[in-house]
């Protein structure tokens, strides 16, 4: 049920994100995180870029790595859904700034006893990257965001095992899309 709610969600605000009756310069565009699939997840992101700025929303997830983790006893989840806006200037080329807001939900598993605690992560932010496009509308993003985490950052900490919740993300990585 939460998530066909999160499904639902996206779709509303992938609407809101694709203006009708765009202008001829305006775009719309979808775009996945190829690094999200290799860590067992998913990323799928669409918008439209106008007058500079290009906005976004998306959903992803993906198991955290444990060289990323401060604790490699616990199996770490995140699944969620967000959006960016970004200025580009004159270009939808180029480099770029923007903010940020996912809304997350990230499991915390210890590995020797299954104990999972399971607690949401808002997460806001900024970010800056680069867009590389082709003329044929195809396009490559290398970004990195700096977030703070607006939600329960206490420790984690059953059975002595503690695992501390981070209160500052710095995520980098790269987008592959196209765009109409």
Aim: aromatic share 16%.
């Amino acid at each position: 049920m939460n998530m066909q709610i999160g499904l639902i969600k996206l779709c509303v605000g992938l609407l809101l994100c694709i203006p009708f009756g765009a202008e001829a310069e305006d775009k719309i565009f979808v775009e996945l995180d190829p690094i999200a699939y290799a860590l067992n997840g998913y990323s799928l992101h669409a918008g439209t870029e106008m007058d500079g700025f290009r906005f976004q929303v998306g959903a992803f997830g993906l198991d955290i790595p444990d060289w990323a983790s401060n604790n490699a006893n616990y199996k770490v989840r995140q699944t969620g859904y967000g959006f960016k806006i970004d200025y580009f200037g004159d270009s939808d080329s180029g480099g770029f700034v923007g903010i940020e807001y996912g809304a997350t939900k990230v499991w915390y598993t210890l590995a020797t006893t299954n104990f999972t605690d399971t607690r949401p992560a808002n997460l806001a932010g900024i970010r800056i990257g680069y867009k590389y496009v082709n003329k044929s509308g195809f396009y490559v993003i290398p970004w990195v965001g700096v977030a703070k985490n607006i939600s329960d950052v206490s420790p984690i900490n059953p059975v002595g095992e503690k695992y501390n919740v981070s209160e500052y993300l710095i995520f980098p990585t790269i987008h592959l899309g196209v765009q109409f």
